[in-house]
């Protein structure tokens, strides 16, 4: 039987959920795993930036070093450059060991450009041994356009010829355009170094930078998750207080929290305060309004008495009718109250032995026998008044229409839930009725006692605690009664 609710309603914080859920992956759906993977996204970030600037600011300071020692170089060399009448020139000893030993890893040349516009080497130093250094052919444009400042630029392949030997290092060179003295056509000075061991220092910086970085990274990383996980302690701890007052454990929070999260806690006991008054007050009317009404119905039925006659047999009747009902809606009504409260749990092996005794002893003349089964442990979660009110219905219908056997089983369904069936081996109930049979006041068969309270008491009590009962046919050829309602959890 449907319990008329409609479909899951989409709230906005669970929009919103689903929205971080989309932009941060699952991270997003618990509170610490977001926590922990923001902080370790900026964490990464921030350190791959770190080592990103510090590696290319270590190279350009090396770079920059290996320029100093260029400019020293050319400078050396423009002072002894000399130039002739006829436009030759001359360079006097330029006092650098390196630059006069054979292929030592340190060179200079003077050039000048051509018809072409190629620059060509005019001289060149000793450690270059017969090989050039090369030339970009768009540095002497970048020359001219320098006017007179240094240009610095990388050849990857060194003095290579052939691949072999030490000809194939790379090397860091470094240009000038200089006018001398008596002399109208500009001179080119180059100069260029081995930068093999730059090049190395700056990998090892990068790797040492590098290894630093990914084992600070991982001590980041860990200090964030335990960080987070000892700050949002006492949040796990409120959590399971809060469980322990919904499970009847507890009846109030009584821990004490950080500043940030004791206001909240109070709000909770404040809110279970209002919940307990709330039912309190309920259940004060409700008792008014039962003192109240069944005194003037017992008056009316006192003053009928035995007295025959059309207008007794109506005031008895329909006195018994109000009753009914009235005791019918007061139920109701403390059920709808006591639904509200958290923590009352009722054993369910108990309430079932109870009402098999008694209603063996009661239906003692038909033979009935009853036979059920519940787990040990297994709890309602609700008053045992209810549950006493629910199993009596149903079981005492069973037993009103059954040959001779009832059969009552109990069980969890491990999602916070509990069945309760009840089957009889009675004539059963056509599926076409089953429907009215759950309608206030509906009696299929007159001929049994009775007001047609019972299953409609049923059905209240059911929904007030969020449950539902459904009929079917039974194995034992009678009527089965599925009732589902909340269990307290272990």
Avoid at 117 to 129: H, Q, T
Avoid at 189 to 208: K, M
Avoid at 241 to 255: C, N, T
């Amino acid at each position: 039987m449907s319990d008329g609710a409609g479909g899951p309603v989409e709230t906005e914080t669970a929009s919103e959920a689903r929205a971080w859920g989309r932009w941060f992956g699952r991270p997003g759906r618990s509170l610490t795993r977001r926590l922990i993977w923001l902080a370790s996204a900026w964490i990464v970030l921030a350190l791959v930036l770190t080592g990103w600037t510090l590696t290319n600011q270590y190279q350009e300071s090396s770079l920059r070093r290996l320029g100093n020692v260029l400019l020293d170089t050319i400078d050396e060399v423009v002072l002894s450059t000399n130039a002739a009448p006829d436009g030759s020139l001359t360079v006097d000893e330029v006092k650098d060991d390196r630059t006069l030993r054979p292929l030592s890893g340190k060179y200079w040349a003077v050039a000048e450009p051509g018809p072409d516009g190629r620059l060509g080497i005019l001289v060149r130093s000793p450690s270059l041994a017969g090989e050039s250094l090369t030339i970009p052919a768009d540095l002497p444009g970048r020359l001219a356009a320098a006017r007179g400042a240094m240009i610095s630029y990388n050849d990857p392949d060194g003095l290579r010829r052939g691949g072999e030997g030490p000809l194939g290092a790379p090397l860091r060179v470094a240009a000038s355009m200089k006018q001398l003295p008596g002399r109208e056509a500009p001179v080119v000075f180059l100069a260029g170094i081995d930068r093999s061991n730059i090049d190395r220092d700056t990998q090892q910086f990068a790797t040492f930078t590098w290894t630093a970085l990914l084992i600070l990274g991982l001590g980041l990383v860990i200090a964030v998750f335990l960080q987070v996980q000892i700050g949002l302690r006492p949040l796990y701890a409120l959590r399971n207080e809060i469980a322990d007052v919904r499970k009847g454990r507890a009846a109030r929070i009584v821990r004490s929290y950080p500043l940030e999260i004791q206001p909240l806690a109070e709000q909770v006991n404040r809110l279970l305060d209002h919940n307990q008054e709330t039912v309190e007050r309920q259940r004060t009317h409700v008792g008014n309004l039962a003192h109240a009404l069944k005194t003037p119905l017992s008056v009316m039925l006192a003053e009928a008495g035995d007295k025959t006659g059309p207008l007794p047999d109506i005031v008895r009747r329909q006195t018994e009718v109000m009753k009914a009902q009235v005791d019918h809606h007061l139920r109701r009504a403390r059920a709808a109250a006591r639904a509200q409260m958290l923590g009352e749990i009722t054993p369910v092996e108990p309430v079932l032995d109870e009402m098999a005794v008694m209603l063996e002893r009661v239906f003692g003349d038909k033979g009935v026998e009853i036979d059920w089964r519940a787990p040990e442990g297994l709890a309602f979660r609700g008053e045992r008044q209810d549950l006493q009110e629910l199993l009596g219905n149903l079981i005492e219908n069973a037993c009103k229409w059954a040959r001779r056997r009832v059969r009552v089983s109990a069980g969890a369904t491990g999602l916070g839930q509990m069945v309760i069936v009840v089957e009889d081996d009675g004539p059963g109930l056509p599926e076409d009725q089953r429907e009215a049979a759950l309608q206030r006041g509906s009696r299929l068969d007159e001929t049994t006692p009775g007001s047609g309270l019972g299953l409609s008491i049923v059905v209240e009590l059911t929904r007030a605690y969020g449950g539902r009962i459904s009929l079917a046919d039974s194995e034992l050829g009678g009527l089965r009664a599925v009732l589902e309602l909340p269990a307290a959890e272990a």
